[in-house]
């Protein structure tokens, strides 16, 4: 068997509504055909082989711009076999490499056509990719939701929702005491500090002390991700589980936070970390270090999102997997089939491959319009008074005694 095409297919996917989505602020959105709203791109990538089996993938990163890089590695694909996943992981890892560290937009890139590796390997033996990857752990995978309000978190709780995960970087000791209040015991809650802007280690430090009582899963990304030695400092502090990663890509970019215990949940963005196997790899450094796995899938397309259920069901390690609940509408349409949550759980696909397909009529009515975001209004909260039109990276909170404290 022989690849004889590898083609991309962009669309701009529909923002989810500000209720599904734990962040802070209003970012930068685009109208265009459809009368859609967002910066979300979704990726998709097919390998084509003279057998006629199809393979599809995706990635993510930064799609507009990994779309040319896919493009560009197609010279070195056609003709091989698709198969030998490994060899070709590698011969990809080597072409890209000239052009610097490997990225989010190179590991994009090549995760998306690993994927659609995998799931061509699959077809041609007629198994799921997790049987590939050394069978069943487990038949179903445990999800999260985002809510940032009580009121979404009941709602979540009532649709059979276990875990929720809030986000921002204003107001956090507030935003979790409340939720907490309302939920309970019974349901897990994490928060994700994600910045714009990124804290401070002492901040960060000394959030991670007053989120103490509130028994959370994680706290999520509090510092910048290239600043490694302040995750330390944080752990040092804090008697609280730290989760970070989504923002690196392959074994290399996540190395130093599992091999230095930096944190207990390792989060690798099944788009954009080099793939399954990839992500495979990661599960296993992360499994010798008892680091548990939640890939992330916040800003992912439905592809990606059956990757990682196919590698989780075949992990030890592997704890839950973000899901937005309410996602836009068109999530469900652009595949096919489209899982489904049940009382906290998505099943493991059981049919050849990956189990699924897109629909690429369906893609094709949602050409790419925008890919970047920015707070767009200055009553975004997370920023200091004042600070908004800086843009800063990284800020020292200011009004502390309301950033610290519950009252």
């Given at each position: 068997?022989?690849?004889?095409?590898?083609?991309?297919?962009?669309?701009?996917?529909?923002?989810?509504?500000?209720?599904?989505?734990?962040?802070?602020?209003?970012?930068?959105?685009?109208?265009?055909?459809?009368?859609?709203?967002?910066?979300?791109?979704?990726?998709?990538?097919?390998?084509?082989?003279?057998?006629?089996?199809?393979?599809?993938?995706?990635?993510?990163?930064?799609?507009?711009?990994?779309?040319?890089?896919?493009?560009?590695?197609?010279?070195?694909?056609?003709?091989?076999?698709?198969?030998?996943?490994?060899?070709?992981?590698?011969?990809?890892?080597?072409?890209?490499?000239?052009?610097?560290?490997?990225?989010?937009?190179?590991?994009?890139?090549?995760?998306?056509?690993?994927?659609?590796?995998?799931?061509?390997?699959?077809?041609?033996?007629?198994?799921?990719?997790?049987?590939?990857?050394?069978?069943?752990?487990?038949?179903?995978?445990?999800?999260?939701?985002?809510?940032?309000?009580?009121?979404?978190?009941?709602?979540?709780?009532?649709?059979?929702?276990?875990?929720?995960?809030?986000?921002?970087?204003?107001?956090?000791?507030?935003?979790?005491?409340?939720?907490?209040?309302?939920?309970?015991?019974?349901?897990?809650?994490?928060?994700?500090?994600?910045?714009?802007?990124?804290?401070?280690?002492?901040?960060?430090?000394?959030?991670?002390?007053?989120?103490?009582?509130?028994?959370?899963?994680?706290?999520?990304?509090?510092?910048?991700?290239?600043?490694?030695?302040?995750?330390?400092?944080?752990?040092?502090?804090?008697?609280?589980?730290?989760?970070?990663?989504?923002?690196?890509?392959?074994?290399?970019?996540?190395?130093?936070?599992?091999?230095?215990?930096?944190?207990?949940?390792?989060?690798?963005?099944?788009?954009r970390a080099g793939g399954i196997t990839q992500m495979k790899k990661i599960a296993a450094m992360a499994e010798a270090h008892h680091i548990m796995m939640a890939p992330h899938s916040g800003s992912l397309g439905p592809v990606a999102?059956?990757?990682?259920?196919?590698?989780?069901?075949a992990i030890p390690n592997a704890l839950i997997l973000e899901r937005i609940e309410d996602d836009w509408d068109g999530r469900a349409r652009t595949v096919i089939p489209h899982p489904q949550q049940v009382d906290g759980y998505l099943?493991?696909?059981?049919?050849?491959?990956?189990?699924?397909?897109?629909?690429?009529?369906?893609?094709?009515?949602?050409?790419?319009?925008?890919?970047?975001?920015?707070?767009?209004?200055?009553?975004?909260?997370?920023?200091?008074?004042?600070?908004?039109?800086?843009?800063?990276?990284?800020?020292?909170?200011?009004?502390?005694?309301?950033?610290?404290?519950?009252?």
């Open positions: 068997m022989k690849i004889t095409d590898v083609k991309t297919f962009l669309m701009q996917a529909g923002a989810p509504n500000l209720k599904s989505w734990a962040a802070d602020g209003s970012f930068g959105t685009q109208s265009y055909s459809g009368n859609l709203t967002g910066t979300r791109n979704w990726l998709f990538v097919k390998v084509y082989t003279d057998q006629g089996i199809t393979g599809i993938g995706e990635c993510s990163g930064w799609p507009r711009v990994i779309e040319t890089a896919v493009r560009d590695l197609r010279a070195l694909l056609v003709g091989e076999d698709p198969t030998h996943i490994e060899r070709l992981w590698q011969k990809m890892q080597i072409a890209i490499m000239g052009h610097g560290m490997t990225g989010t937009v190179g590991a994009g890139a090549m995760t998306g056509v690993d994927m659609a590796l995998w799931d061509i390997k699959g077809k041609a033996l007629g198994v799921p990719v997790w049987n590939l990857l050394g069978g069943k752990v487990r038949d179903r995978i445990h999800i999260y939701a985002h809510a940032n309000t009580p009121e979404v978190a009941l709602s979540l709780k009532e649709r059979g929702i276990t875990a929720i995960k809030c986000g921002g970087v204003s107001d956090p000791v507030r935003k979790v005491a409340g939720l907490r209040d309302a939920i309970g015991d019974e349901m897990d809650l994490m928060i994700d500090l994600h910045g714009p802007p990124w804290m401070t280690p002492g901040d960060a430090a000394r959030l991670a002390r007053a989120l103490e009582p509130y028994d959370l899963m994680w706290i999520e990304d509090p510092i910048a991700p290239e600043n490694l030695d302040g995750y330390r400092r944080i752990r040092d502090a804090a008697h609280v589980p730290l989760a970070a990663g989504e923002r690196s890509s392959t074994i290399f970019g996540l190395r130093e936070l599992i091999e230095h215990d930096l944190v207990d949940v390792a989060q690798p963005d099944t788009g999102e059956y990757a990682a259920l196919h590698v989780m069901a099943q493991v696909p059981d049919a050849p491959g990956l189990g699924v397909d897109i629909d690429e009529e369906f893609v094709a009515q949602f050409p790419s319009s925008q890919n970047l975001s920015v707070p767009i209004g200055k009553d975004t909260t997370s920023y200091a008074p004042g600070t908004f039109d800086e843009h800063v990276y990284v800020q020292t909170r200011l009004r502390r005694g309301r950033h610290f404290r519950p009252d």
